[in-house]
């Protein structure tokens, strides 16, 4: 069974805007990782954020983690036309040797 | 990901038939992964590997098979293919356990 579930499904936005993803889970993590999906490619890793860690960055890729909410949050500023993709969390449980992935939020950016 | 290939890119075939689909990495990871893509049901695990000697089975398994040729070559088999077989399949590797994972362009296969 699928252990992430990202909201929302679907989100549009102009070119330069934020866009904010959420990402839920149902138990104990090591790491949670984001990846992008380009439409019928292969996903690319984003960032990984560690079950101690709260925040992270990479460029223009905030994330955040909760533990007692079991959450995390993708926010990508600025956002550009090329951001247009799937974004997928990825799970890794404590004594897992899987990674579990969310069914994604389509995020589309419009020039 | 140029490093990660997977062959064929797509491929038609019709209900009873055994496929093969195969996986190689030239990034010198031991960690390998066969997923499935549904629209609308994110990837699912189909099986693992971990070295030529270690084979695991994920949350998909049935109705598939798989073998670990070498460390770079992974293959992924569909004894009698069915409909409901028809899907997106990526390869991934990693190169320790629960870190990021590395994935191949995809094969999108479909079952008459």
């Known amino acids: 069974s699928q252990q992430g579930e990202e909201d929302p499904q679907a989100l549009s936005i102009q070119e330069g805007e934020n866009a904010t993803m959420n990402c839920s889970y149902k138990t104990s993590i090591n790491n949670l990782q984001w990846y992008r999906q380009n439409s019928g490619r292969g996903l690319v890793h984003l960032i990984l954020i560690r079950s101690n860690e709260r925040e992270k960055h990479s460029g223009r890729l905030r994330v955040t983690l909760d533990t007692s909410k079991k959450s995390s949050s993708l926010l990508i500023t600025a956002s550009r036309a090329a951001d247009t993709a799937s974004y997928f969390c990825?799970?890794?449980?404590?004594?897992?040797?899987?990674?579990?992935f969310g069914k994604g939020t389509k995020l589309s950016v419009i020039p | 990901d140029a490093d990660v290939t997977q062959t064929p890119r797509n491929r038609i075939t019709k209900t009873g038939k055994r496929i093969m689909l195969e996986c190689s990495q030239t990034?010198?990871?031991?960690?390998m992964y066969w997923y499935r893509q549904d629209p609308g049901l994110g990837l699912r695990l189909i099986y693992y590997s971990f070295d030529v000697k270690d084979i695991n089975k994920g949350e998909i398994s049935d109705g598939y098979s798989v073998s670990r040729q070498a460390q770079a070559k992974f293959s992924l088999s569909l004894e009698s293919a069915i409909p409901n077989q028809t899907a997106l399949y990526f390869c991934a590797t990693s190169r320790v356990r629960n870190n990021e994972q590395f994935f191949g362009p995809g094969t999108r296969l479909t079952v008459l």
């Open positions: 990825a799970t890794s449980g404590a004594g897992s040797y899987q990674l579990t």
């Open positions: 990034k010198g990871h031991d960690r």
